[in-house]
């Protein structure tokens, strides 16, 4: 086999074999495949395509191309995977929900990606906390916790480290069956026995429209099932931010109020138990999703998910008293401006991507990939759809290092929200679920 006819027959529409799959994923880690082919492949796979039986041999591939963890536990392996939003801060709230349950929880998380927020960057907004601790860190603390969260190592999937690097510089990014080998491959290097996604849909979501959500997310079940991982989908709002807050330590903020009861976000609360409903039936916890979402509810009530957290954040390197001093030890911005509102009405529309991008402008993530992440700025307050405002309210609260940058983002968010005198219908939390039975 060589990389030339492999190529070949992907751009020719002949789809891709588990045994070229694993040929050319093996070649993707050692070199042996040059870039011009890897560029070559990506852009045959995008126009082409490689159906289910390509799809689930290059994931299983780029999957046994590092690394691969197993693990001896007393209890179900499990992860979640957004594909990315505004002020989703879910996953800070699952995994100990989860892991209080009695399910066990390696979530190998990303960092900000374009103008999404990414969960390593905002476990990092905790001083002290290490999210890259290695390998045998991250199995030691799932093993004494129930979770970690925590960034990939170099070992995790490398021909998918390898092919990402060269679709982000050839046009290939946005390829179905690229995207679901690329995500499934590093989450199921971590052994999982299940994994539950949250596919985005909305104006801050990558998939913007409904059927793109829902094909992602068809792909992506049907290709985890078919490589071996238990895995069904939610498809959720992101036609605003999920939080009232976006930006690394200020959703750590408002997750931290609402893991300890102090101010309760409940759309954060209940996208959680719904996700947490699905991994528990996956995990053979629950009989039904309500089931599993009462579960989550309970060990979010009871304040078990806050005390998990709590043991997190210290094995990995945080404050012992976070729990109990959470405000205290998160940093602040010093400039703080409200957005007035500037007329009276009902919030119809947000522009989620915009607040998004403002965010990162403040600094809160990245315009190139050497940049510095500012842990405390962002937006908080923000005014969600269907809100009632008063000329001159805050649609929400700015916080950013310097006066000109807080005043440029006063500006982006005021240009994000639409207002207008009619009450709007507002979103569903949760568009739809595809199981493996739907595909
Ligand atoms: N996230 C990934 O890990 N890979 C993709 O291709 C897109 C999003």
Known sequence: MD????????????????????????????GEVSDAQAGAFAMAVFLKGIGTEGRVG?????????????????????????????????SLL???ALAACGVYVPMISGRGLGHTGGTLDKM?????????????ALKKVVAEV???IVGA???????????????????????IDLITASILSKKLAAGLDGLVLDVKVGSGAFMARMEDAEALARSLVATANGAGCRCSALISDMSQSL????????????VMETLTGSAVNEALWDVTAALGGEALVLAGKAETMDDGAAMIDHALETGRAAEVFGKMVAALGGPLDFVERYPDRLPSAPVLVPVPAPRAGFVTRVDARALGEAVVRLGGGRLVGTDRIIPSVGLSGL???????????????????????AEAAVAAVRAAYGLSAEMPEEPPLIHGRIGPEDV
């Open 146 to 148: 129930g979770c970690a």
């Open 94 to 96: 699952l995994a100990p």
């Open 153 to 175: 190592t170099d070992e995790i999937a490398p021909a998918d480290k390898r092919l990402y690097g060269i679709r982000d510089i050839s046009g290939t990014v946005e390829s």
């Open 3 to 30: 990389a030339r006819s492999i190529i070949a027959v992907v751009r020719d529409g002949q789809g891709l074999t588990t045994e070229a799959a694993a040929w050319f994923a093996a070649g993707l880690a050692s």
């Open 383 to 405: 005014a969600v759809i269907g809100e009632e405002m008063d000329p001159g309210e805050p649609l929400a609260l700015v916080h950013a290092t310097t006066a000109d940058r």
């Open 58 to 90: 290059l994931t299983r591939a780029m999957r046994d191309s590092g690394q691969v963890l197993d693990w001896d536990l007393a209890g179900p392996v499990i992860d979640k995977h957004s594909t990315g939003g505004i002020g989703d801060s879910v």
């Open 124 to 136: 990092e907004a905790i001083p002290g906390y290490r999210a890259l601790p290695g390998v045998e």
């Open 243 to 254: 939080g009232h807050s976006a930006g690394n330590a200020l959703e750590v903020l408002e």
